[in-house]
């Protein structure tokens, strides 16, 4: 019982669009439990896209298909399937009262449109409430189900939810649900967790799977369930488990990131934090203020990319940046600590490094990054990270962004 | 003559990641001329990749995967694909020291690695230089090229513009050129656009097409050619009358940016700016220093979420604060001026915003956004905007930092 992602669109080929109707429908079937193996992308051209089907058929019960249901003669989804399975198409007159309904006042509908009206005899219209393009709802055999969608996300995903799940479970598809949870961690390389967890990982229900991504390191569980209370009931032992092993770095699940992390523990507490940034040039501010109602913790910073702006609006010690230059320990822990006193708050984030390409000496390499950290009590510390500065200015930022929302959280973490 | 891209991962089967690597190098093959009429997505089961690789092994003749290559057990492409065309493993010792080198400083590899370094005898190592996982350019049997790719987006477009396009140029694959100009507009919607340059979007070559994203509007001019000379030829009349037409809503081409515009500009006149931010927390500092060398025209700003740093760094009046609001033309006017003034720039920028979902009231609904400019000689501009807050807060930081960065770029061209 298992489904088949079809997308028919030249443009895909062409790397026009991205495939967004694919994650969208993977999701949703991976939440109902329909297991699905393969995704297939393929042009408007009927001899490929019969090709197509014939594989899939032989391998799903199940095919969606998204794309080549519009009025242009490029669009072919509909036509190809019925010559595939050697159904005559017939016109239906409710597709051509809709389409004249919805093009009304667009100035009447033309004869392209009505195209869209021919679907093969034995399908049942999947209706379209927003756009022009009807979809449909097709067994043209025994044990295979066909359902088309257009390619337009907006379009299918209503169809999706209002037409095509009620009518799935109503057939007995997605009877078991599939539940993930995503555990998220910083600061510790894909192999290492894989080894420290190595015997989540080799349990067969739930399933563990490591995967690194953007600099950060996640395990997935993913179990098989009734519903989503026994999946959770399945999954919450596993994630003790691995919390327990693994300890501060992981620093949360599914939806978190460093920045909601860090927002929470400073909403718990009643704190705020203030930033001072040379190299990331304000990304740690627009990190912290992606959340909603993030004035509750954040003050606001000063992004003191020139050195006269460290001295002028942070009072950085001019000769501290004279000897030991801007990116170093003594002048991260000096814009950590101006910060955190000019802008009146609780803790102060500072990050001063080399983001390159330019700006590296013999004993500073881009990708050098002090961070520092202003605590409540006054007291300043300071990491140094040394970043791959072969990867690139936009990484050696990302990171360092990331790096220091990571050393706050610590921070945040062990002293309570 | 034809490409197949096979994208290995089951996190792309639960729709965990959007598959922006069959995207990009759709995009490449096409730029190359490699004609590909089929995309495959497969998850991390051998037997299901074999049967993945029957079928594109009989219509296509170069196979390009990605994922699959990572350290952990179920990594699984490079195995596969040997033990499908029968081929032995064998170690790579330049694998091993380079991935020696790579964790020297991480505390060394991990046992797991070490599979990193299997590759089919036969087969070239495809090397990356930013991760840990090589590719591999492989010829299992005459007239089938097998080139592999690690799935994380960066390493995988490094490898592929480094090592495999001149590898695959210099084996005859890619003769014909297709190329495309794209020109950036801001400031003015998609039919708007289309109208003016109507005349040129009716031409066959070459062919303009206009779309729009991120609040962008572009035109894409796109030939065929031999080469680049012979495409560029073709292009720049077009874009010539193009640019006559719509004039300053126009503001670059290909890989520019309304950052880069606005950073070419300071440049060439030698001039520097400041920003001030509020809604944006950062975000346009952040913008404004993407690009290597940004030091030269930016000297930092001032993140002024919380009143009290208005007033505190930036010298807003607390009357005009507790009069007009901080979502006003008077605050972001004082905050413009303020920036130049205390981090002694040329000019100064600055954004006051409802980004919502909270902070609406009846008379300033979440969109409100005021941009300041203030200019070398003392004047100060302030512009309104009502952005479309049912898009979220995203979208609303988004927009303010583009349109910030379009009405400095606007000032710097009338006042030269």
């Given at each position: 019982?298992?489904a088949?992602?079809?997308?028919?669109?030249?443009?895909?080929?062409?790397?026009?669009?991205?495939?967004?109707n694919?994650?969208?429908?993977?999701?949703?079937?991976?939440?109902?439990?329909?297991?699905?193996?393969?995704?297939?992308?393929?042009?408007?051209?009927?001899?490929?896209?019969?090709?197509?089907?014939?594989?899939?058929?032989?391998?799903?019960?199940?095919?969606?298909?998204?794309?080549?249901?519009?009025?242009?003669?490029?669009d072919?989804?509909?036509?190809?399937?019925?010559?595939?399975?050697?159904?005559?198409?017939?016109?239906?007159?409710?597709?051509?009262?809709?389409?004249?309904?919805?093009?009304?006042?667009?100035?009447?509908?033309?004869?392209?449109?009505?195209?869209?009206?021919?679907?093969?005899?034995?399908?049942?219209?999947?209706?379209?409430?927003?756009?022009?393009?009807?979809?449909?709802?097709?067994?043209?055999?025994?044990?295979?189900?066909?359902?088309?969608?257009?390619?337009?996300?907006?379009?299918?995903?209503?169809?999706?939810?209002?037409?095509?799940?009620?009518?799935?479970?109503?057939?007995?598809?997605?009877?078991?649900?599939?539940?993930?949870?995503?555990?998220?961690f910083?600061?510790?390389?894909?192999?290492?967790?894989?080894?420290?967890?190595?015997?989540?990982?080799?349990?067969?229900?739930?399933?563990?799977?490591?995967?690194?991504?953007?600099?950060?390191?996640?395990?997935?569980?993913t179990?098989?369930?009734?519903?989503?209370?026994?999946?959770?009931?399945?999954?919450?032992?596993?994630?003790?488990?691995?919390?327990?092993?693994?300890?501060?770095?992981?620093?949360?699940?599914?939806?978190?990131?460093?920045?909601?992390?860090?927002?929470?523990?400073?909403?718990?507490?009643?704190?705020?934090?203030?930033?001072?940034?040379?190299?990331?040039?304000?990304?740690?501010?627009?990190?912290?203020?992606?959340?909603?109602?993030?004035?509750?913790?954040f003050?606001?910073?000063?992004?003191?990319?020139?050195?006269?702006?460290?001295?002028?609006?942070?009072?950085?010690?001019?000769?501290?940046?004279?000897?030991?230059?801007?990116?170093?320990?003594?002048?991260?822990?000096?814009?950590?600590?101006?910060?955190?006193?000019?802008?009146?708050?609780?803790?102060?984030?500072?990050?001063?490094?080399?983001?390159?390409?330019?700006?590296?000496?013999?004993?500073?390499?881009?990708?050098?990054?002090?961070?520092?950290?202003?605590?409540?009590?006054g007291?300043?510390?300071?990491?140094?990270?040394?970043?791959?500065g072969?990867?690139?200015?936009?990484?050696?930022?990302?990171?360092?962004?990331?790096?220091?929302?990571?050393?706050?959280?610590?921070?945040?973490?062990?002293?309570?």
């Amino acid at each position: 019982m298992s489904a088949e992602i079809i997308c028919v669109g030249t443009e895909l080929l062409l790397g026009e669009i991205l495939n967004s109707n694919a994650q969208f429908l993977a999701q949703q079937l991976a939440s109902l439990g329909i297991p699905h193996y393969y995704q297939t992308v393929v042009g408007d051209n009927p001899t490929r896209i019969k090709k197509v089907v014939a594989i899939a058929c032989d391998r799903a019960r199940l095919l969606i298909f998204t794309g080549g249901l519009g009025p242009t003669p490029d669009d072919l989804t509909t036509e190809t399937l019925a010559d595939f399975f050697q159904a005559p198409l017939e016109e239906r007159p409710e597709i051509i009262a809709d389409l004249e309904r919805k093009y009304a006042h667009r100035g009447g509908f033309s004869p392209s449109n009505r195209k869209q009206a021919l679907l093969p005899v034995g399908a049942q219209i999947l209706p379209n409430p927003i756009g022009s393009a009807p979809g449909m709802i097709w067994q043209p055999r025994t044990g295979l189900l066909i359902l088309t969608f257009p390619g337009v996300p907006a379009e299918m995903k209503q169809m999706w939810q209002e037409t095509a799940v009620p009518f799935l479970r109503s057939q007995g598809w997605g009877k078991e649900v599939i539940y993930s949870r995503v555990l998220r961690f910083w600061g510790i390389p894909e192999s290492v967790l894989a080894e420290k967890v190595a015997v989540q990982i080799a349990r067969e229900h739930p399933t563990v799977a490591p995967y690194a991504g953007n600099g950060e390191t996640r395990l997935r569980i993913t179990v098989r369930a009734k519903d989503e209370a026994e999946a959770q009931q399945l999954i919450q032992p596993v994630e003790a488990e691995i919390r327990q092993i693994v300890g501060l770095d992981c620093y949360g699940a599914d939806e978190d990131t460093l920045a909601s992390a860090v927002a929470h523990l400073l909403q718990e507490r009643h704190q705020t934090v203030a930033v001072a940034e040379s190299c990331t040039g304000g990304g740690l501010g627009e990190m912290l203020t992606r959340l909603p109602g993030s004035s509750l913790y954040f003050k606001g910073g000063v992004i003191a990319y020139a050195n006269e702006v460290k001295v002028n609006l942070l009072g950085v010690n001019p000769q501290d940046l004279e000897q030991e230059g801007a990116v170093s320990a003594v002048v991260a822990a000096e814009m950590a600590l101006g910060v955190k006193t000019r802008l009146a708050s609780d803790w102060g984030v500072s990050i001063t490094g080399i983001a390159g390409p330019g700006g590296a000496t013999l004993t500073k390499p881009v990708g050098l990054v002090y961070i520092g950290v202003a605590l409540p009590n006054g007291e300043v510390i300071t990491r140094e990270f040394r970043l791959s500065g072969q990867r690139g200015r936009d990484w050696v930022r990302h990171l360092s962004v990331m790096n220091a929302l990571d050393v706050l959280r610590r921070q945040l973490l062990v002293n309570p």
